[in-house]
């Protein structure tokens, strides 16, 4: 893997850009989606069909729908770091929440911004350390976004929230709000008004939703389901499936208020003739356990803390289709890139998987997936990181699933998914399983030797905050 500098990037960047020169007119815009916490079964489309889910239903059908995407880290701060540099969380250091993305690190936002697009951001980042709601200043802590309308972290869906791109406190700026206020609606406003900028020169938007993460309190609008109506997983254990009932009551009434917010990005590009040039991405940075297993939240190697869901469109090239590839979330940066017609940078550990869903390209072969975390979260729901929780590391193949606490050696489960795609059954042990156990540790050593992966070591760790001084040298 490359350790490519700054202007190492840059220059590699245009060399590419010069090869094949993009224009406005065949350059696609991108609209990166990224809702927080919501698993990959929580839609009209998934196992979970209780929630509706129109306009991302009729999204998955537009374009390509990734049946098989998996957080690499599923926690917030990790998987986002993951997402922006195409790298697994033992490598930037950002193993846990709360700390700041190391200035060295290269992010695709970055090289959209190289390559001639307006980069924006809006809502809630969570890559710049402890402070909340923390204002991010302009310079290396945007990585790469010209313009930001957001804040650090913290999840405050009916108060006003965040900041101006000057440091301002956030106003409302629009009359489209379900109720008083609600976060993601004036977000989308915000989303909608940079695009309507921008009509004219390829952009970046990057929108991201605080919901339906925790507090599962919905807007008025939107706060339709009942106890009644609400099935649960059966891998919900008796005694916790009133908690998990009264979850997702509220959990799938934000579900269904951030499908009308996406409702109304895709109606403006296809009302301002940007819908064939515009690359849709819609994902999440890790699921919800909501009861499932006995467990609450993320940071679980579960299917419905580390599945996520992964929607794609951009008309002409991406097939209308389901795939069943796997990706993991360090694919998506060099996979945004090449349908956006920008070479990858060295930095990337994660891989261009575009091939699987492009009408006119072969699927590439992906035979397992590599994902880790240290959090362990508890019957109570209350998950807190901490020096005494296990690291974990699992790898995901077409057919199973096996994950290790606290060395490659010492497995702590395995399951058939296409038998037990509820994950009931652990087959780890029995004699009978002998031979796919060892294959599929000797599969995850490897994965962590390619990624230079320290486990059961702790890897480096990010420093909380890094002066400006640091980010030049590190540049």
């Given at each position: 893997?490359s350790?490519?500098?700054r202007?190492?990037?840059?220059q590699?960047?245009a060399?590419?850009a010069?090869?094949?020169?993009l224009?406005?007119a065949?350059?696609?815009?991108?609209l990166?989606v990224?809702?927080?916490q919501w698993?990959?079964s929580?839609f009209?489309f998934?196992s979970?069909a209780?929630?509706r889910?129109?306009?991302?239903?009729?999204?998955?059908?537009?374009?390509?729908n990734?049946?098989?995407?998996?957080a690499?880290?599923?926690?917030?701060?990790?998987?986002?770091?993951?997402?922006?540099?195409?790298?697994?969380s033992?490598?930037t250091?950002?193993i846990?929440?709360?700390?700041q993305?190391p200035?060295?690190?290269?992010c695709?936002?970055?090289?959209?911004?190289?390559?001639?697009?307006?980069?924006?951001?809006?809502?809630?980042w969570?890559l710049?350390?402890?402070?909340?709601?923390?204002?991010?200043?302009p310079g290396?802590?945007?990585r790469?976004?010209?313009?930001?309308?957001?804040?650090?972290?913290?999840?405050v869906?009916?108060?006003?929230?965040?900041?101006?791109?000057?440091?301002?406190?956030?106003a409302?700026?629009?009359?489209?709000?379900p109720?008083?206020?609600?976060?993601?609606?004036?977000?989308t406003?915000?989303?909608?008004e940079?695009?309507?900028?921008?009509?004219?020169?390829p952009?970046?938007c990057?929108?991201?939703w605080?919901?339906?993460?925790t507090?599962?309190r919905?807007p008025?609008?939107?706060d339709?389901?009942?106890?009644?109506?609400?099935?649960?997983r059966e891998?919900?254990?008796s005694?916790?499936q009133?908690q998990?009932?009264?979850?997702?009551?509220?959990?799938?009434?934000l579900?269904?208020?951030?499908?009308?917010e996406?409702?109304?990005?895709?109606?403006?590009?296809?009302?301002?003739?940007?819908?064939?040039?515009t690359?849709?991405?819609?994902?999440?940075?890790?699921?919800?356990?909501?009861?499932?297993?006995g467990?609450?939240?993320k940071?679980?190697?579960?299917?419905?803390?580390?599945?996520?869901?992964?929607?794609?469109?951009?008309?002409?090239?991406?097939?209308?289709?389901?795939t069943?590839s796997?990706?993991?979330?360090?694919d998506?940066?060099?996979?945004m890139?090449?349908l956006?017609g920008?070479?990858?940078?060295?930095?990337?550990?994660g891989?261009?998987?575009?091939?699987?869903?492009?009408?006119?390209?072969?699927a590439?072969?992906?035979e397992?997936?590599?994902?880790?975390?240290?959090?362990?979260?508890?019957?109570?729901?209350k998950?807190?990181?901490?020096p005494?929780?296990?690291?974990w590391?699992?790898?995901?193949?077409?057919?199973?699933?096996?994950?290790?606490?606290?060395?490659?050696?010492?497995?702590?489960?395995l399951f058939?998914?296409q038998?037990?795609p509820f994950?009931?059954?652990?087959?780890?042990?029995k004699?009978?399983?002998?031979?796919?156990?060892?294959?599929?540790?000797?599969?995850?050593?490897?994965?962590?030797?390619?990624?230079?992966d320290s486990?059961?070591k702790?890897?480096?760790?990010?420093r909380?905050?890094?002066s400006?001084?640091?980010?030049?040298?590190?540049?």
């Amino acid at each position: 893997m490359s350790n490519l500098s700054r202007r190492q990037f840059i220059q590699t960047t245009a060399v590419g850009a010069a090869g094949a020169p993009l224009t406005a007119a065949t350059r696609p815009n991108l609209l990166f989606v990224l809702a927080d916490q919501w698993r990959a079964s929580a839609f009209g489309f998934g196992s979970d069909a209780v929630v509706r889910t129109p306009n991302l239903d009729a999204l998955a059908k537009q374009g390509a729908n990734w049946r098989r995407a998996y957080a690499s880290n599923p926690v917030c701060t990790p998987n986002r770091g993951s997402i922006l540099t195409g790298r697994y969380s033992h490598q930037t250091g950002m193993i846990k929440n709360d700390i700041q993305l190391p200035p060295n690190e290269v992010c695709w936002p970055e090289a959209f911004a190289d390559a001639g697009y307006a980069t924006h951001y809006v809502g809630k980042w969570h890559l710049d350390g402890p402070p909340k709601p923390g204002y991010v200043p302009p310079g290396w802590r945007r990585r790469g976004f010209q313009t930001f309308e957001g804040f650090n972290r913290g999840h405050v869906y009916h108060d006003h929230y965040g900041f101006e791109d000057d440091g301002h406190p956030l106003a409302k700026r629009a009359e489209s709000q379900p109720d008083p206020y609600y976060e993601p609606t004036l977000q989308t406003d915000l989303a909608l008004e940079f695009m309507g900028k921008h009509t004219e020169d390829p952009f970046v938007c990057y929108l991201s939703w605080g919901p339906p993460h925790t507090p599962f309190r919905p807007p008025t609008t939107f706060d339709l389901y009942s106890a009644g109506e609400i099935e649960l997983r059966e891998n919900v254990p008796s005694e916790h499936q009133k908690q998990a009932v009264k979850d997702l009551v509220g959990y799938y009434g934000l579900c269904e208020s951030l499908d009308h917010e996406m409702g109304r990005l895709v109606k403006f590009l296809d009302e301002n003739g940007l819908a064939e040039n515009t690359l849709v991405v819609f994902t999440s940075d890790h699921g919800e356990l909501a009861g499932s297993h006995g467990k609450y939240r993320k940071g679980e190697p579960e299917d419905e803390s580390l599945h996520v869901p992964l929607l794609m469109r951009l008309p002409g090239r991406i097939a209308g289709q389901e795939t069943q590839s796997l990706i993991n979330s360090i694919d998506l940066m060099p996979t945004m890139m090449s349908l956006c017609g920008l070479p990858e940078p060295g930095t990337c550990t994660g891989s261009d998987l575009s091939g699987a869903v492009l009408a006119d390209a072969r699927a590439p072969s992906v035979e397992s997936v590599y994902c880790e975390g240290k959090v362990n979260a508890p019957a109570n729901g209350k998950t807190r990181n901490s020096p005494q929780q296990t690291p974990w590391r699992s790898v995901v193949t077409d057919r199973y699933k096996l994950s290790a606490r606290l060395d490659y050696n010492q497995v702590d489960s395995l399951f058939d998914l296409q038998e037990d795609p509820f994950e009931t059954r652990n087959l780890a042990g029995k004699a009978e399983n002998k031979r796919t156990e060892k294959e599929l540790v000797a599969e995850l050593r490897d994965w962590g030797k390619r990624s230079d992966d320290s486990f059961p070591k702790t890897p480096a760790m990010a420093r909380e905050e890094y002066s400006d001084t640091e980010a030049a040298a590190a540049r």
